[in-house]
């Protein structure tokens, strides 16, 4: 039997062990808590570090494959021109380049294309934002005129004109054509089948009372292969709707002898009339041997147009930044000596877009 020290010494050693086991069993449980959290702060910290790795990976390699990505936020904007030897495309780039100094929010793709048809078609199907043609093709398009267009545009609207292309017919001069009423009978080159200088040419003798079948003979023929015609005295004369000094006519000029054939006030002004896209104009003396004086004619436009549903604020942003930097303009090619803010709106036929339209108001511009 146990003495009560003993008793109380054996008790005491029990209680005092008990006490050392919970104390333990807290001491590690807080050991495994603190572990636990350790490691959960380790691993929060070790995916983002990732997450950091990955976000500057995906910023450096979409910088390298698109330069602009800085600039995602531009709105992109696209303009149909013509081939890159003629003179839309180098004035589309420079209206391109403009908008890349001048216009941080503003981004112009140029594209080239089959010229003016082909750019009113690319506006209705939505797949150019601006293009640059005639304005004569704009009036065709906007009211599906055939055989160039089987449906009207549109959604075709106009921002600005920029320079004339005159109607000029070259004629041989031995053929005796001092008038279009004299090429009744004569062998005459037309342009290409549904070109804007066919309809031209069509207009212009009905002006004249004729028409195609008061011609000895009808040749459908691109400019270049008119004047190897004219050369050759295969024909007689050639309707070209083309700016002043086009190489053909000059070649041509150079070539043989041949004469400018004026188009007179009085006719002017009927086909100005009838079709409000045309406008007075003249072939300068000295343009092409043989021209020793002005030629008077008449001449459609060359212009920017742009498809209704591009935003308002954008066209008049760009029509704003052109003509504030008209100099650009007239750097990239001589035709962009042309371009004037004063007559930015004359012998447009469709609607002018809001956009423009708002910029020529604050410009006094009717």
């Not at 935003?311 to 990239?332: H, Q």
Request: glycine share 8%.
């Amino acid at each position: 039997m146990l003495s009560w020290g003993a008793e109380r010494g054996g008790l005491h050693g029990r209680f005092t062990k008990g006490g050392d086991e919970k104390r333990a069993k807290r001491k590690s449980k807080a050991c495994y808590d603190e572990n636990r959290l350790q490691r959960k702060e380790d691993e929060a910290m070790r995916k983002r570090w990732w997450i950091s790795v990955l976000l500057i990976s995906m910023v450096f390699f979409i910088s390298s494959v698109h330069p602009d990505f800085a600039h995602s936020a531009r709105k992109m904007v696209s303009i149909a021109s013509g081939w890159v030897v003629g003179v839309y495309f180098p004035l589309a780039g420079a209206i391109s380049r403009i908008a890349h100094e001048k216009l941080p929010d503003i981004k112009i793709t140029v594209e080239s294309s089959g010229a003016s048809v082909a750019n009113a078609k690319l506006i209705g199907t939505g797949d150019a934002d601006l293009a640059i043609l005639q304005n004569d093709i704009a009036f065709y398009a906007y009211r599906g005129t055939k055989p160039m267009f089987d449906r009207a545009i549109s959604n075709i609207r106009g921002v600005a004109t920029l320079y004339p292309e005159h109607c000029q017919i070259q004629a041989r001069r031995a053929a005796n054509i001092q008038s279009p009423k004299d090429l009744k009978g004569k062998r005459v080159a037309v342009g290409p089948l549904g070109s804007g200088t066919e309809q031209n040419a069509m207009q212009i003798l009905e002006a004249y009372g004729l028409t195609f079948a008061d011609l000895a003979k009808v040749e459908r023929l691109t400019a270049a292969e008119s004047s190897d015609y004219l050369k050759d005295g295969r024909i007689d004369a050639a309707f070209y709707t083309v700016g002043v000094g086009a190489s053909a006519l000059v070649d041509t000029a150079m070539m043989s002898d041949t004469v400018i054939v004026p188009i007179d006030d009085a006719h002017a002004e009927m086909l100005i009339k009838k079709y409000p896209f045309f406008s007075k104009a003249k072939v300068p003396k000295g343009s092409y041997k043989g021209v020793d004086q002005d030629i008077p004619t008449i001449a459609v436009l060359a212009m920017i147009v742009a498809k209704a549903e591009l935003e308002d604020d954008v066209v008049y942003k760009i029509t704003k930044a052109m003509f504030e930097n008209l100099k650009d303009i007239e750097r990239a090619h001589a035709k962009g000596k042309e371009v004037k803010l004063e007559t930015a709106i004359v012998g447009i036929p469709i609607p002018l877009h809001p956009g423009a339209e708002r910029f020529y108001k604050e410009k006094g511009l009717k």
